[in-house]
């Protein structure tokens, strides 16, 4: 059978370079693995697993470094290896995922009330997985609403309008009204 | 944003961060690195740790597949759905279609059409409405309703074709829905809201937030159905809120259909295709894999009709989940409507509405979807397809990978790809040989993750090292690791004593383990939760039965051999 032989992870314009070196990539371990931690831990509840996601995403992030052609993209790309892989040990835990929400809630005025929950992420964890993964990036992580957007799908508006329901809703699971 | 808000972002900030900075290690980063660069040696160390039995189960296992490809493949030849009518739609692509007052209505960009199903004649719409941009149609209440993306609901009198009522609906309604149901018309916005509009007084009676945008809208008497963002929502009437969502796991944004069932719904899945039958209180009861990604649905009786992206329309017996036949128009089936009796579906790629019916001699093949629950192993057939695949691409399939198996590696341990104009193999390697490949195909040529794959052999044939083929990424892949939406496991243990056949049973299907030295290997992917693993003694006596309370998926099954019955 005739056909190119080509690594996988090559980009298909056959570019000879690996892209990242050692060097560089301790350094985007440097500035961003607590980040990864700390994204899967919002995402799973489980702090040795968070740090078990964090170690592969940093192996498949080295594996696939030549797919990361735009450095500037690079927390990004690491936050995306991430929250898949959080996601991904979720569905083993739990193949089919309910969301009771209980009624709708709108959005509006708030309390000034604190948040008292000894346990926020304990709560997070009955929210579904994205949005465990917005609120984690927005307020664990300070991420703009246009970037949580560009890696969870949605308009930067979309993003703001998710944040502005589920805050009021995790206070109300949470027993802080 | 008031004060009030900033206060309690605030808090609520400080608090989050603390929680998960607790949750972050102390690290080093030159081990960090060093862990990652010495992943791929760990994988193949652990390729290597892979015991000859191992390998021969996965082969076997995947022999055992492919025989089901080939006699799914066989079951499913002929052409039992045919065209009986074709319409011309001439310029501009049909977004949307119903039908009602005996006629289909198509909506396509600045028109509105009416065609007579009996002549095949279109008859525009005037509407006198300027910028008038139509997104959707449904019909009901003795009217013709139509979604306008300039920020109005158009209900039509089908009779004169004019405008009975303009209902302004606030939101942007690009690529948004109606659907007629119950006591109400339902509109979808894009920003994860569902509006409820009153036909009797013709204004906005309702707003109803839920957790994600609509791809598609279903309205049926007792519920309102949203096919979600990776979910499917179901908001529960009277009441207009959402009573809870089922994920589907499917990528966001991808419309794939939606129809009512007698239970609850049909809705579409994609990756590589399937729909699922999930009931009114939301649990998924059945899946039936399509040849490809379901774009639209429509019942008509017993029977869905399903239109598919590769033009593949496909007609499932909703009472079995078996397959009656299928057909082929024009790619991107994008939507069907069912009057008098007759299927009509138009395709994005030919501009042309169909008209649709089954041979005469259409019979039932038998399923490969039965349903799960009080089910007799003994009588669910053996495998499922990987992927609906013609038997010849998958025998050349096996054969490429089996043939390169064993072999000198290219180049020392990486997942390496060889590319055909519109196919691939991906094989794995150590640093003495070949240890695993897979093929995968995209129906329009191009390899991209989460293409299905079409036959997978070795003791890997994944880079991820959850040894899943759901989770391969292919060239071209920015941030894919984790790309499919099935599950895609594997259940090993030890055969319980005289077994001499293992059977795993999930969403109606069942699979063969492999039993080989004392242990029993056997993998399967789906939607749907394994339900059962049965043994049977050599006389064919089932000798051991492990429910679904102990079978988890994704997780290695251990069973006592000298414990029958006590897993």
């Given at each position: 059978m005739s056909g190119i032989w080509r690594e996988a992870s090559r980009p298909a314009g056959g570019v000879e370079s690996r892209g990242i070196g050692r060097a560089e990539f301790a350094e985007l371990v440097e500035s961003h693995h607590a980040d990864l931690v700390r994204l899967a831990y919002a995402m799973t509840g489980d702090v040795e697993l968070a740090n078990d996601i964090a170690q592969t995403t940093w192996a498949s992030a080295w594996q696939h470094r030549a797919e990361l052609r735009d450095r500037s993209r690079a927390r990004s790309w690491l936050l995306t290896i991430a929250a898949n892989r959080a996601r991904s040990a979720l569905r083993r835990q739990r193949l089919v995922h309910w969301l009771p929400l209980g009624s709708p809630r709108i959005s509006g005025e708030l309390s000034v009330e604190d948040v008292h929950s000894p346990d926020l992420v304990a709560a997070l964890q009955r929210l579904a997985p994205r949005d465990r993964r917005i609120l984690g990036l927005r307020y664990g992580l300070g991420e703009t609403s246009a970037e949580i957007g560009r890696q969870v799908g949605l308009s930067d508006s979309g993003v703001r309008v998710r944040i502005s329901r589920l805050l009021p809703a995790l206070r109300e699971e949470l027993g802080d009204d | 944003m008031t004060d009030a808000r900033q206060d309690l972002e605030g808090r609520f900030e400080r608090r989050l961060r603390a929680e998960l900075d607790a949750a972050v290690r102390p690290f080093s980063t030159s081990e960090i690195v060093s862990r990652a660069m010495d992943a791929g040696g760990a994988r193949t160390a652990r390729r290597r740790g892979l015991t000859l039995a191992t390998a021969v189960m996965v082969a076997l296992l995947a022999l055992l597949v492919l025989g089901a490809v080939v006699l799914v493949g066989a079951l499913r030849g002929g052409l039992a759905v045919e065209v009986t009518q074709t319409v011309d739609l001439g310029a501009g692509v049909a977004r949307s279609m119903t039908a009602g007052d005996g006629a289909l209505w198509i909506v396509r960009p600045a028109e509105l059409d009416r065609v007579n199903p009996t002549t095949g004649a279109i008859t525009p719409i005037a509407l006198g409405t300027q910028a008038f941009d139509p997104v959707s149609v449904a019909y009901g209440f003795g009217s013709v309703w139509v979604l306008d993306e300039g920020g109005a609901l158009l209900r039509i009198d089908p009779g004169t074709g004019s405008a009975i009522a303009k209902i302004p609906i606030q939101g942007e309604l690009r690529d948004c829905h109606v659907a007629v149901g119950g006591d109400a018309v339902w509109v979808s916005l894009r920003d994860a809201m569902v509006v409820r509009v009153d036909p009797a007084t013709d204004t906005v009676a309702k707003t109803v937030e839920v957790t994600s945008s609509a791809s598609g809208l279903l309205a049926t008497p007792g519920a309102v159905w949203v096919d979600g963002a990776g979910e499917l929502i179901r908001i529960v009437l009277p009441a207009s809120a959402q009573l809870g969502s089922v994920d589907l796991f499917v990528q966001d944004d991808m419309a794939a259909g939606l129809a009512p069932a007698a239970n609850g719904v049909w809705v579409g899945s994609g990756l590589p295709g399937a729909v699922v039958n999930v009931s009114n209180d939301l649990e998924i009861v059945r899946s039936v894999d399509t040849r490809s990604h379901p774009l639209a649905l429509a019942t008509e009786g017993e029977w869905l009709w399903v239109g598919e992206a590769d033009g593949t329309v496909e007609v499932i017996d909703t009472r079995d989940g078996s397959v009656r036949g299928h057909g082929t128009i024009g790619k991107y089936v994008r939507d069907l409507a069912v009057i008098d009796g007759s299927v009509w579906a138009f395709s994005q790629q030919a501009g042309v509405l169909y008209r649709l019916a089954m041979t005469k001699n259409a019979t039932p093949t038998p399923t490969l979807g039965s349903p799960a629950p009080s089910l007799d192993p003994a009588d669910v057939p053996i495998g499922w397809p990987l992927l609906p695949e013609d038997p010849a691409f998958t025998a050349g399939a096996r054969a490429a990978c089996l043939t390169m198996v064993g072999a000198d590696p290219a180049m020392p341990f990486a997942a390496q790809e060889r590319r055909e104009p519109d196919w691939a193999i991906v094989y794995f390697a150590n640093d003495a040989q070949i240890v695993g490949c897979s093929v995968h195909r995209a129906a329009d040529g191009t390899i991209?993750?989460?293409?299905?794959?079409?036959?997978?052999?070795?003791?890997?044939?994944?880079?991820?090292?959850?040894?899943?083929?759901?989770?391969?990424?292919?060239?071209?892949?920015?941030?894919?690791?984790?790309?499919?939406?099935?599950?895609?496991?594997?259940?090993?243990?030890?055969?319980?004593?005289?077994?001499?056949?293992?059977?795993?049973?999930?969403?109606?299907?069942?699979a063969e383990a492999v039993i080989f030295d004392g242990t029993y290997a056997v993998s399967w992917q789906g939607m749907v939760k394994p339900t059962l693993l049965v043994a049977y003694d050599a006389s064919g006596n089932e000798i051991d039965r492990i429910g679904s309370e102990v079978l988890d998926p994704m997780f290695t099954h251990r069973c006592d051999p000298q414990s029958i019955g006590g897993c």
């Open positions: - | 991209q993750p989460g293409d299905p794959y079409g036959f997978g052999v070795g003791g890997s044939s994944s880079r991820d090292s959850t040894g899943s083929h759901g989770h391969l990424t292919i060239a071209g892949a920015a941030d894919a690791t984790d790309v499919s939406p099935l599950y895609w496991s594997n259940v090993t243990g030890l055969v319980p004593e005289r077994a001499a056949r293992v059977l795993l049973i999930a969403g109606g299907k069942a």
